[in-house]
RNA sequence: GGGUGAUUAGCUCAGUGGUAGAGCGCUUCGUUCACAUCGAAGAUGUCAGCAGUUCGAAUCUGUUAUCACCCA
């Protein structure tokens, strides 16, 4: 019977779905009693997710290691999952239900819209693990995670405690004073109208625009401006009333309140010095409300770049943001949620007297709400999208002639020239910053947000990287995380969406003693429960009544609004629309009025609070996975056994992201480390080393790879790019060798086969051989044990898949097994025993040591024969090097490098590849003969010799080659060709006086002998010594050629 | 601007002090029973440049150039 060919497709599946009803990939599944545990976290993919390359090869190294631990008897855990993914999940909910012509998300309202992403996770979620399956990932699914599992309003199958965990997470944190919350400039996504952290925004260079406007001075004044070049010699000098500002975003210098200039700036001395306080005019705006705001010195303006003044918008751009804090300068904020300019507010004029107020410090600075509540957007530009501002503001300020010009001269239709003057605008690449996931221009904002002190939990962090606890590998990657942990900014951890876990933080009103409580500033209250918050402001507000006891009730929006209309008729008021757009501190009071007219409570003991309706960053709850997964907060057996984990194989692009915060949070929490090693590796690219992506359309994708090549190839492939540091350069040729590698293996199997190999039971012992080839074959594969263990000891994939590789194809299959035919063939049966024996276990070891990489072919191979386990379960090997017979070695070596020689000569000469010939040797030493003698048999077959004789002399035209263990030739007299084999041996000469040059000039060197080891240079002179034996016959041969 | 890395055969990449390797591609030859998804033989390199350390450098140091990624 005959193997046939290897179907990857139906085996492939079947193999899985065996080793699945087998319970094969349990935690602790093949566990030896009291073994070591191992356990891998999965990097959690987005729930949304299809598996990309990416994917695919961070994945098989998960499960390379994974699969050698098992197999090693290990206590093994696999911890497979996916993360609610906020941003990308509602985003892809809320275009379904558009495609398909449901309510919209605002329609469905914030519990119906969450129930409808669960149901979309119950239909599609699972499609990212089945695809993993796919690739052989032998995760426990029966321990699948979900970051939102036990949610309130999760469905049945749903009911992990995720959530638990990362609300009592929230929970410690906030009374730790590790979270906190604020008025702060963030990253906003003006399409998805949230908060977004800074390492969700991506930087892009794209062309953009600087314009140069005037300020002018208040009141007219001037002043001297002077400008000088590098020798300090005056290269402009004028009296100016203004002040030239460049920018890139003139829409904001509506809410300027200030121009900078660096003190270091002699040009504009004058404008400060001695006390003075000048005022300039934003040029922009209704004429007679033009508001004036000062001139202040700042080290952040550069006054080597343009002008060296700088407009200050605090509440538009990072840098001002800082300068602006400061210098007590208020930031006015511009735009609405979804960056176009704000409408609501006081009309203009008021609000431009208000801050004409602030600007002349007739005032003092009001409280930052109070600043924020101001628009000073002028009337006619209110609600223009934030580009159509910035054309009407050009357009205008250029009109006033505010804008700075400049001349120039251009040939006109008849070739003459012409001047014109023209404002002054510098074309120029700028970095604009992009949400990862909207792909729309972030504009920051001021906004209230939750944010994580880092800088408080990133000691430990720091320490167990730098004291060794947690080992990042490549070394790099230590060298990046100490860099960021170093400069670490507060994490903005609170988002505008609904699809997340929401923050459990309840407000209330302002307590106060001698009235009513002010709703319009709230209080927090943080608790898991709203009972744990009412609770907490049950205390705050102890003491404040007058006799009477507070009574908490909660605000729910949703159920608020169902009830709205049903309400007024019943209280026979006019009905009228739900107001949509009603903040919740206002929702509140007219909540709290309508309980009290519902004689639900006396007015004074009902105290409403409302929940922040904010959800947290996703990052928040992934960065709880190892602990999250285990059962944390319980006290479970698996946190007990699994905790720390072992390894972490994650991309480098998400060493912030995840990595770094699973560091801070676990252990600002628990106080213990996540895991031991974190492996690090680069994003998957096309073969030209391009990104993939769908816009140059050379994404590829994994499962069509699977389906053309197979699983194991695909998998071998990403062992064999997954050097430490190295690029990911992904080739379908190479994946199409590594598919060629398995159908190699496979038809060395079917050889055995037909030898009869799979009749012998089975056998896990060395065999006992005497037998030279035999003895060689157990030798090599002990060497190859030993690499490929010590590679993946040390995660170098592509030494433990190169070296099988080579042990596979190079000794197993194009030696070994060649050299087993003249022994099947004519040998006696002792020796045919032994070798199908020997052939049988070195196959098995084959199949055992590749299981890790390509799990799906060796399986399939090793269930040929009947076993009492699988293949997944099989014992890994222990055995030594101490299996190599030096003898043996030396013997097999021997007749190796002999065929190659004559295989070498004979192609050269051209001898046909059929004929057999004879050869002689002169000088044949006794050990050399007698491994001729052993192995004579495959000799003669695989050098296609048809004798070999001892001789005195060479027969004239005999062609010479360089082996050692006598001087061998092959008479060849009738086929040579004389000119060709002098031609031969010369270039071989040269490469040879070469190399002997090299040797004779180090060993001459008396210092090499004197600093280099012993070791070193008994090596060199060895090998001098071969080379000068080497050079000598062919010399020899080479004259006796040229006497012909 | 700051950080991290890269530069080795035609291509894609290994190679952390002892004189350079793999796969693919290329050339020549080969259908006798494991395999043409194959076998045999072969060609191909100033290890980016320069300077240094060393008996000895692709490898360590400095520097220049080019490229990539991350952060501003």
Known sequence: MALGKFNAKEAEARIYADWEAAGCFKAGANARTDAA?????????????????????????????????????????????TDHAGIATQMVVERRLAETQQPSRTELGREAFTQKIWEWKAESGGTIRDQLKRLGASCDWSREAFTMSGAPGAPEGEEGNFHDAVIKVFVEMFNQGLIYRGKRLVNWDPHFETAISDLEVENIEVPGHMWHFKYPLAGGETYTYVEKDEDGNVTLEEERDYISIATTRPETMLGDGA?????????????????????????????????????????????????????????????????????????????????????????????????????????????????????????????????????????????EGNAVMETVTAKDEDGNDVTETRPYVENKPIMQPFGDRSRV???????????????????????????????????????????????????????????????????????????????????AFCGATFQQAAQQAAEYYAGSEQGYEHTFVELKRDEYKADWEARRENKGWPVTPFPENMALDDLAIEFAEDLVDQNRFP?????????????????????????????????????????????????????????????????????????????????????????????????????????????????????????????????????????NFGTKLWNAASYGEMRGIFDLPHSAEVPDTKHPLNRWIKGELSKTRETVDQALTDYR?????????????????????????????????????????????????????????????????????????????????????????A???????????????????????????????????????????????????????????????????????????????????LPLADVIDVGEEIARLEKTLGKLAKELGGLRGRLKNPKFAESAPAEVVEETKANLRLREEEESKLQEALTRLKEL
């Open 37 to 81: 545990t191992y356990c891998v976290m999965i990097p959690p993919p987005n729930v949304t997710g299809v598996l990309h390359m990416g994917h695919a090869f961070n994945n098989t190294l998960q499960d390379i290691l994974t699969r050698w631990h098992r197999m090693r008897g290990f206590d093994t855990l696999w911890q497979p999952g």
């Open 259 to 399: 121009v900078a200039v660096n003190p270091s700036d002699e040009r504009y001395t004058a404008l400060w010095e001695n006390g003075k306080r000048t005022l300039c005019e934003i040029p922009v705006g209704p004429k007679e409300h033009r508001r004036l705001i000062p001139i202040i010195t700042d080290e952040y303006p550069d006054p080597t770049f343009g002008s060296g003044a700088v407009k200050i918008t605090g509440a538009h751009d990072f840098n001002d943001y800082q300068v602006a804090k400061r210098g007590g300068i208020p930031m006015y904020n511009l735009m609405d949620s979804k960056a176009n300019m704000r409408a609501d507010g006081k009309p203009y004029a008021e609000e431009a007297a208000a801050a004409q107020a602030i600007a002349n410090g007739d005032v003092s600075l009001p409280d930052e709400s109070v600043i924020a509540a101001m628009n000073l957007v002028p009337d006619d530009y209110r609600g223009m999208s934030r580009e159509n501002a910035r054309k009407v503001v050009v357009a205008d300020i250029t009109a």
């Open 441 to 523: 221009v972030i504009e920051p904002l001021l906004t209230d947000q939750w944010f994580v002190d880092s800088a408080k939990i990133v000691g430990p962090a720091l320490d167990a990287v730098k004291n060794g606890d947690v080992k990042i590998l490549p070394e790099s990657g230590e060298k990046v995380y100490f860099h960021w942990l170093e400069n670490i900014e507060p994490w903005c951890i609170s988002r505008q969406l609904w699809w997340g876990h929401q923050i459990p933080v309840w407000y209330g009103p302002e307590r106060n003693d001698n009235g009513p409580h002010d709703y319009k500033s709230p209080v």
């Open 603 to 739: 007015k004074e003991e009902a105290v409403v609070l409302y929940r922040d309706p904010d959800v947290l960053d996703t990052w928040f709850s992934s960065g709880l996975w190892p602990i999250g997964t285990l059962g944390w907060p319980e006290d479970t057996p698996e946190l007990q056994k699994y905790l720390p984990t072992s390894d972490l194989i994650t991309g480098q692009d998400i060493l912030f992201f995840w990595v770094a915060r699973m560091m801070m949070m676990q252990l600002a929490i628990t106080d213990k480390i996540p895991f031991d090693t974190v492996y690090l590796h680069g994003l998957v690219r096309d073969a030209k080393g391009k990104k993939m992506s769908k816009s140059t359309g050379n994404v590829m994708d994994p499962l069509d790879l699977i389906e053309e090549y197979g699983a194991d190839a695909l998998r071998f492939s990403s062992a064999a790019m997954a050097s430490l540091g190295g690029t990911l350069k992904l080739d379908t040729q190479r994946i199409a060798g590594y598919r």
């Open 797 to 885: 994939f592509n030494d433990a898949a190169s070296a099988l590789y080579a042990f596979t194809w190079n000794t197993f299959c194009d030696w070994y097994l060649e050299f087993t035919k003249p022994i099947f063939d004519e040998g006696t049966a002792e020796e045919i025993e032994e070798t199908k024996a020997t052939y049988a276990w070195a196959l098995d070891q084959c199949l055992i040591l590749l299981h890790p990489i390509m799990p799906f072919i060796t399986e399939e191979l090793w269930q040929q024969k009947q076993r009492s386990k699988r293949l997944i379960h099989a014992d890994w090997p222990t055995y030594t090097t101490d299996l190599v017979d």
């Open 887 to 969: 003898e043996a070695d030396a013997e097999l070596n021997w007749v190796i490098r002999l065929i190659e020689a004559i295989r070498s000569a004979r192609a050269q000469m051209h001898v046909p590849a059929g004929a057999y010939v004879p050869c002689v040797v002169k000088g044949f030493e006794p050990r050399a003969k007698a491994a001729y003698e052993r192995n004579k048999a495959l000799i003669h077959r695989f050098a296609r010799l048809e004798s070999l004789t001892d001789v005195d002399d060479f027969p004239k035209g005999t062609v010479a080659l360089a082996v050692s263990g006598g001087t061998f030739g």
